[in-house]
């Protein structure tokens, strides 16, 4: 299989390339980082990675994103599966003091997806197989007072790529968001762990079985979408007195 890994150094795209790399995959990492990229892809090709090949974007820079993907295409000799995994939490409370701050946690966690998201599911349109996937957050269900400016740029993917799913359903191409609740990676080093904060292999591993099957929609871990369900759920007026 050839997969193309977009913010391939975050935990959990490292994870998810492991489980390629085992499977004897060919991969093609894109990053800002060099250095981490180059510890990776070692870290694959002891594994078992047919082929390995890195490539240094800053994802923000939408006019790097063609090219990006073509020399994909070109250094694997065609993208079967492609997983989007970039993105910054922020801080909400700095943010939300400024809208050039805003702006720039949405630009990158919402605008530069819906760039990616669109160019590959044109690619894999075209060639009428594939599967596209993408890491949203179970964040982008409900606004909350707490992170909603992440929150929001999550649901606008999650929405963007329902429309995807719908289109390219019809000529057998599987999309998949992914909703991890918290996930124990640099991105959450800040925040106190609790019993709710997954692993990155285990997070990794349920992202790569769902690709390989197809699957629409996982919450991970799965216990996730009964939270989501209860929070979708409570009525506004009592919402908005909660802290969460």
Same mark, same amino acid.
């Given at each position: 299989?050839?997969?193309?890994?977009? !913010?391939?150094?975050?935990? =959990?795209?490292? @994870?998810?390339s492991?489980?390629?790399?085992?499977?004897?995959?060919?991969?093609? *990492?894109? %990053?800002?980082?060099?250095?981490?990229?180059?510890?990776?892809? &070692?870290? #694959?090709?002891?594994?078992?990675?047919?082929?390995v @090949?890195?490539?240094?974007?800053? *994802?923000? &820079? #939408?006019?790097?994103? @063609?090219?990006?993907?073509?020399?994909?295409?070109?250094?694997?000799? !065609? /993208? &079967?599966?492609?997983? =989007?995994?970039?993105?910054?939490?922020?801080?909400?409370?700095?943010?939300? $003091?400024?809208?050039?701050?805003?702006? @720039?946690?949405?630009?990158v966690? %919402?605008?530069?997806?819906?760039?990616?998201?669109?160019? #590959?599911?044109?690619?894999?349109? %075209? $060639?009428? $197989? !594939?599967?596209?996937?993408?890491?949203?957050?179970?964040?982008?269900?409900?606004?909350?007072?707490?992170?909603? =400016?992440?929150?929001?740029?999550?649901?606008?993917?999650? *929405?963007?790529?329902?429309?995807?799913?719908?289109?390219?359903?019809?000529?057998?191409?599987?999309?998949?968001?992914?909703?991890?609740?918290?996930?124990?990676?640099?991105?959450?080093?800040?925040?106190?762990?609790?019993?709710?904060?997954?692993?990155?292999? $285990?997070? !990794?591993?349920? /992202?790569?079985?769902?690709?390989?099957?197809?699957? &629409?929609?996982?919450?991970?871990?799965?216990?996730?979408?009964?939270?989501? #369900? =209860?929070?979708?759920?409570?009525?506004?007026?009592?919402?908005?007195?909660?802290?969460?």
């Open positions: 299989m050839k997969v193309l890994i977009i !913010g391939a150094t975050s935990a =959990i795209a490292h @994870e998810v492991r489980c390629f790399a085992a499977d004897n995959a060919s991969l093609f *990492l894109v %990053a800002r980082s060099a250095e981490k990229l180059a510890a990776i892809a &070692d870290d #694959l090709r002891v594994l078992g990675a047919a082929k @090949e890195t490539y240094v974007a800053d *994802l923000a &820079d #939408l006019s790097t994103h @063609e090219t990006l993907i073509a020399a994909a295409r070109a250094a694997l000799g !065609g /993208i &079967d599966a492609a997983l =989007i995994a970039h993105g910054v939490l922020g801080d909400q409370k700095t943010a939300q $003091q400024s809208v050039t701050a805003t702006l @720039e946690l949405f630009h966690n %919402a605008v530069s997806y819906i760039s990616l998201i669109t160019l #590959l599911a044109n690619h894999f349109e %075209a $060639q009428r $197989q !594939g599967c596209l996937a993408v890491i949203g957050s179970v964040a982008g269900e409900r606004g909350r007072a707490s992170n909603y =400016i992440y929150g929001a740029a999550k649901g606008a993917v999650a *929405l963007f790529m329902s429309g995807v799913r719908n289109r390219l359903a019809k000529v057998g191409v599987s999309v998949l968001t992914v909703k991890p609740g918290f996930v124990d990676t640099p991105m959450t080093a800040h925040m106190k762990k609790n019993v709710l904060f997954a692993k990155p292999a $285990q997070v !990794g591993k349920r /992202i790569y079985a769902a690709m390989l099957k197809g699957e &629409d929609v996982i919450y991970v871990p799965s216990f996730w979408m009964l939270i989501m #369900l =209860i929070i979708r759920n409570i009525p506004e007026r009592l919402f908005k007195r909660l802290n969460l």
